[in-house]
């Protein structure tokens, strides 16, 4: 039970803070020219200048924009306490599982096309994964009495949506978690030490040879039965190469990065970008030490392969411009990327009707493309968070789209989840009052 409330509690604090601004459409059946103003978010503005004023992070920057017009940024602060250049939305930052979403819109794509069905089995484009054995005690042994053969074949929809049953290194305790650290299942690189235990250790080299061995691990739950925060999207990364004859990168930049003008996103940033790479820090005791400086980052080096749940850099300019594609439901700047139809199917609900009606998180939250989305009076709000305090969402009824980004660990530390959307929803509610 304490393991199972562990894991509600990461999960909750992972996600977008409740969405606090969920229903402020109501408010607004039409936005002032003003909001586009720096001026008409004071609230964002003092949530900003409060963090970087009192030195509890380096920098902030703020991404905020309706519909297809230009992104308005609001940014304090500079790239690293030690660097003298201003952040600003050109900033580079470790982004982790804002990743999530692009994998699982590059995987929606696919199943529009055709190439991939959403309800397919894994084990078709994988076969390693036609014979899954389960934990009976979650978190429990790796041993044959706490064994038992998965009921129903893993598929692409569990995969994206977390109810797949495979485990996650920042979520399990139990000697699953060693085990995964030392096959090297380590989907994403933090720092130059990645060797210590608190880094979860240094990956394989190779996507493929990672979901091999990822398949000879057994599953935390039963597949189809829980939402538990998962590797399924970094190996939903291998099933798009397999699919699309395409290596995951490659596919990615074809698919999103270049049509969207994303120039600085990538899984490896050029060493001619130092200037503006931003320092990462690890928050202890109330103290932010550096832990991967932004002249000297992990992210210079060729990653050992694509980690398609955590494994991107970019900037609050260029993750603006997925989400402007998003509201623009697949279409921006006159050209198309995604059909609308596909961006509806990863925005909205996707968990399998499998699902144990026991299951915490599911009584709560909806799930689509490797992100939360909204229910009731909150539907058409999608997006994900980011291990280093990075938060991208987009509510689609408004047509808004709001990104921020800063560089701390553990994220859970600071309760930006829970503020930045409350800043907004104050502010919109202000506008809607002028």
């Known amino acids: ?80 306490f030690t660097a003298p250049r201003q952040s600003d939305g050109r900033s580079i930052y470790r982004i982790y599982s804002m990743t999530k979403p692009v994998t699982g819109m590059a995987a929606i794509s696919l199943i529009d096309e055709g190439k991939l069905g959403l309800d397919q089995p894994l084990y078709e484009i994988l076969p ?25 074949p893993i598929t692409i929809r569990q995969m994206l949506t977390h109810t797949a049953g495979i485990g996650y290194g920042i979520v399990q305790q139990g000697p699953i978690a060693a085990a995964f650290r030392e096959n090297g299942i380590v989907p994403g690189m933090v720092t130059r ?42 190996l939903m990364g291998r099933v798009i190469e397999v699919v699309s004859g395409q290596p995951f990168d490659r596919f990615l930049q074809e698919r999103f990065f270049d049509p969207l003008a994303m120039g600085d996103t990538g899984f490896q940033v050029p060493r001619e970008n130092a200037d503006r790479m931003t320092t990462s820090y690890f928050l202890l005791n109330g103290t932010l030490l550096p832990i991967d400086l932004g002249n000297n980052s992990i992210y210079f080096d060729k990653p050992p392969f694509p980690f398609g749940g955590a494994g991107l850099a970019s900037t609050p300019l260029d993750y603006d411009k997925f989400l402007k594609m998003l509201v623009g439901f697949g279409e921006t700047g006159g050209r198309r990327v995604m059909s609308e139809q596909a ?49 991208g969402f987009v509510h689609l ?21 829970e503020e930045f959307p409350a800043a907004i929803r104050a502010d919109l509610a202000a506008m809607g009052r002028a």
């Open 1 to 80: 039970m304490q393991e199972l409330l562990r894991d509600i509690e990461l999960t909750r604090r992972q996600c977008l803070g409740g969405a606090a601004m969920l229903g402020a459409g109501a408010l607004l059946p039409a936005l002032p020219a003003f909001a586009q103003s720096p001026a008409a978010w004071p609230n964002v503005t003092r949530l900003i200048s409060s963090y970087v004023d009192s030195r509890k992070v380096a920098n902030m920057v703020v991404t905020l924009g309706f519909g297809q017009d230009d992104p308005m940024v609001i940014a304090a602060g500079v790239d690293s």
């Open 128 to 152: 390693k994964y036609r014979n899954m054995q389960v934990q009976k005690v979650y978190d429990g042994p790796i041993t044959p009495d706490n064994l038992e053969p998965a009921v129903r």
């Open 193 to 234: 030490l990645q060797a210590l235990p608190i880094f979860r250790g240094t990956p394989v080299q190779g996507l493929d040879v990672f979901a091999d061995r990822l398949a000879e691990m057994p599953l935390v739950y039963q597949p189809g039965t829980r939402w538990s925060y998962s590797m399924g999207l970094d």
């Open 343 to 391: 961006v509806r199917l990863g925005t909205s609900n996707i968990l399998p009707n499998t699902i144990s009606p026991e299951d915490t998180f599911t009584k709560t939250w909806d799930f689509g493309a490797g992100a939360r989305v909204g229910r009731g009076d909150e539907a058409g709000v999608y997006g994900w968070a980011g291990a280093a305090g990075t938060i």
């Open 397 to 417: 009824p408004l047509g808004l789209r709001a990104g921020l980004f800063t560089q701390y660990m553990p994220q859970m530390e600071y309760p930006l989840l």
